[in-house]
């Protein structure tokens, strides 16, 4: 079971944050909620800001600010690794990286996952810059 909280960085936009979030600051988190908030959490928290662990979560910030269509293989596989290392109970099937924003110093980047050991499916998205 995981507290939700703020996003760990403020790459996310407060109206991505308020819309695609399940509950509300505070509520406690289950089942896909969770795994959700996991993997969004991996994706937004930068490799190194974790004291003690400077290789944890993933190492997405050095790709913001970059054309996708140069970045799009490179940060697919950062995402899948990262993902993979850090949350072992779902697998991931797919990423999807597209411009948020006009001038592409932002990125969405939607994982789609399963739970392992199941047929359930779902996906995170998370915007970066």
């Given at each position: 079971m995981t507290i939700l909280t703020q996003p760990l960085i403020s790459a996310i936009s407060d109206e991505w944050y308020s819309f695609h979030l399940f509950g509300t600051p505070g509520d406690v988190v289950t089942n896909l909620e969770d795994l959700n908030q996991s993997i969004l959490t991996i994706l937004t928290t930068p490799q190194g800001s974790v004291p003690h662990h400077p290789d944890w979560f993933s190492?997405?910030?050095?790709?913001?600010d970059k054309p996708v269509t140069t970045v799009r293989s490179t940060l697919t596989q950062k995402v899948l690794a990262a993902i993979e290392r850090h949350e072992s109970r779902v697998t991931a099937l797919g990423v999807t990286i597209t411009p948020f924003s006009d001038d592409s110093s932002s990125l969405r980047v939607t994982v789609r996952?399963?739970?392992n050991l199941t047929e359930l499916e779902s996906e995170t998205t998370a915007v970066l810059g």
């Amino acid at each position: 079971m995981t507290i939700l909280t703020q996003p760990l960085i403020s790459a996310i936009s407060d109206e991505w944050y308020s819309f695609h979030l399940f509950g509300t600051p505070g509520d406690v988190v289950t089942n896909l909620e969770d795994l959700n908030q996991s993997i969004l959490t991996i994706l937004t928290t930068p490799q190194g800001s974790v004291p003690h662990h400077p290789d944890w979560f993933s190492d997405l910030a050095n790709l913001i600010d970059k054309p996708v269509t140069t970045v799009r293989s490179t940060l697919t596989q950062k995402v899948l690794a990262a993902i993979e290392r850090h949350e072992s109970r779902v697998t991931a099937l797919g990423v999807t990286i597209t411009p948020f924003s006009d001038d592409s110093s932002s990125l969405r980047v939607t994982v789609r996952w399963r739970v392992n050991l199941t047929e359930l499916e779902s996906e995170t998205t998370a915007v970066l810059g």
